[in-house]
DNA sequence: GTCTATACGAAGATAGAC
DNA sequence: GTCTATCTTCGTATAGAC
């Protein structure tokens, strides 16, 4: 049976899934068992079952999970289109994530980074760095040198998740737009030298 | 007598000092009038009489007392020499900031505007909008056409942001030096053309 | 795996004395 | 302005039954 052990369904699976929505929305320390377990109907003996080392285990479980996935969506905007391209399609997610939530979630990643929980906040680290890395992967085969590729990727990684959080403060999606657009130039003038 | 209601001096004043410091490192949900009590050495009976709104109050001016800070020290830069060398001299207070902290204090309006305080969040969302009018007019001045002065100002608050909080979740100041370096060279092509 | 009950501490906030 | 005492709610975590 295919469905055994299906680590993608299950309470568990739920719990770890509205972690990241309340994080994303409240930060880590303002996200509390009780919230996980009413956002996601977990019955509540299992909290310390599936997480025996409490929440620090639930919060880093749930950075990973939003890492991966957001790594993956990456990984696939690369694979699709060039970098401009990719850059485009990333910002009409969190455009369409800020507006269908009210700009109520930002980037989860963030969130750990500056969260209360160290192992949390280390593995927000090594995402940056996965992101950067595929960034700058996708700019080499696009003719970069490498060293400036690799610079330029950090550059992508840091304006974009600093327009998603000046964006969330301001309520409107511009900074992200207007960033997105600079990032373009920027881009298109390393690609054609 | 000079000193009478001298807004920087006392126990509010300390208060809000103390949250400031305790809101970059740990963030708002996770500051509590204990913390800041137990840092600024406050007495414990006047945090009502002080901040009769209690903690929003409190986050609040910490967040403004904050911006104006900040505000100030931009604007001192940017007197004192051009975009560029803004730019660098801001880098050069962060790293400081980060390697005698530990990497443990962030921006404290990122921490607002990412914070469970409503009020304090509108703060930190026209504290950006400050920040990006003063880079835009000094680009303005320094002959970059006005609409392109004011998108590269929006790159450049977020990316600055953005950077500050890679560089603080891998606990390395490379991410902030590789961004201003990138930065640069956008700023010198868009003034000399 | 899930339940209830509970321990234990800390949070924000208020009341009334001094 | 500052104190102590207290209220109430909420937080994480554990114990032991089912």
Same mark, same amino acid.
């Given at each position: 049976?295919?469905?055994?052990?299906?680590? *993608?369904?299950?309470?568990?699976?739920?719990?770890?899934?509205?972690? +990241?929505?309340?994080?994303?929305?409240?930060g +880590?320390?303002?996200?509390?068992?009780?919230?996980?377990?009413?956002?996601?109907?977990?019955?509540?003996?299992?909290?310390?079952?599936?997480?025996?080392?409490?929440? @620090?285990?639930?919060?880093?479980?749930?950075?990973?999970?939003?890492?991966?996935?957001?790594?993956?969506?990456v990984?696939?905007?690369?694979?699709?289109?060039?970098?401009?391209?990719?850059?485009?399609?990333?910002?009409? $997610?969190?455009?369409?994530?800020?507006?269908?939530?009210?700009?109520?979630?930002?980037?989860?990643?963030?969130?750990?980074?500056?969260?209360?929980?160290?192992?949390?906040?280390?593995?927000?680290?090594?995402?940056?760095?996965?992101?950067?890395?595929?960034?700058?992967?996708?700019? *080499?085969?696009?003719? $970069?040198?490498?060293?400036?590729?690799s610079?330029?990727?950090?550059?992508?990684?840091?304006?974009?998740?600093?327009?998603?959080? +000046?964006?969330q403060?301001?309520?409107?999606? *511009?900074?992200?737009? *207007? +960033?997105?657009?600079?990032?373009?130039? $920027?881009?298109?003038?390393?690609? @054609?030298?």
């Amino acid at each position: 049976m295919a469905t055994k052990h299906d680590p *993608t369904s299950g309470p568990r699976a739920a719990m770890i899934g509205s972690a +990241v929505d309340l994080i994303r929305e409240r930060g +880590v320390a303002a996200t509390s068992f009780a919230d996980v377990l009413a956002h996601s109907g977990a019955p509540r003996g299992s909290i310390y079952h599936h997480f025996p080392r409490g929440k @620090s285990q639930l919060v880093e479980e749930a950075t990973q999970a939003a890492a991966d996935r957001l790594g993956r969506g990456v990984e696939r905007v690369l694979d699709a289109t060039d970098t401009v391209g990719a850059l485009r399609a990333l910002a009409d $997610v969190w455009r369409r994530g800020f507006e269908t939530s009210g700009y109520r979630a930002g980037c989860p990643i963030v969130a750990a980074a500056l969260g209360t929980e160290p192992g949390a906040r280390s593995i927000a680290g090594t995402t940056f760095d996965t992101w950067c890395s595929l960034i700058a992967t996708k700019l *080499t085969v696009e003719g $970069v040198g490498s060293a400036r590729a690799s610079s330029l990727s950090v550059l992508i990684v840091s304006a974009l998740e600093g327009a998603l959080v +000046v964006a969330q403060a301001q309520g409107s999606t *511009t900074p992200l737009d *207007t +960033v997105v657009a600079e990032l373009e130039l $920027v881009c298109r003038a390393a690609v @054609s030298r």
